[in-house]
């Protein structure tokens, strides 16, 4: 059931559209992360991991929390949104959940963003930033 929504995702579709490969396992999957982003000099990949969802609400949410990662990469890793978007949104849960990253300014910067981003915009406006940032 769980890889049927993944292949009716748009916004997955969109990711691959960019060029970025999509998994459905990965390492991160085996240490226990919903989903992951992979960007060097030879890899582009995003990782979404079924396994390791709560439910189905959870799932689309990694989906969207890592297609914002491709979005960032886009934008050359500046923020998508202003500051004052993030002060507004910020919730408890999020902050406790960034406490589970890397405390780098960069890191928390960017999970904040995809934290905050992929909890309060649907498919629709995700899709639309991935046209916005990598093909505009």
Known sequence: ?????????????????????????GESCQQGAAGSYQLNQTVDRLVICPSNQVNHSDLFDTIRHEAIHVVQA????????P????????????????????????TQRLETEAFLL???LNEKQVIGLINKYCFE
Request: aromatic share 14%; proline share 2%.
């Open 1 to 25: 059931m769980i890889y049927e929504l993944l292949a009716l995702s748009e916004v997955l579709k969109a990711v691959q559209s960019t060029g970025t490969e999509v998994r459905y396992y």
């Open 74 to 81: 886009c934008n050359g890793w500046d923020n998508l949104k």
């Open 83 to 106: 500051a004052s978007f993030y002060s507004k949104y910020m919730t408890q849960e999020v902050r406790d959940t960034l406490t589970e990253y890397p405390q780098d300014s960069v």
């Open 118 to 120: 992929a909890e309060n």
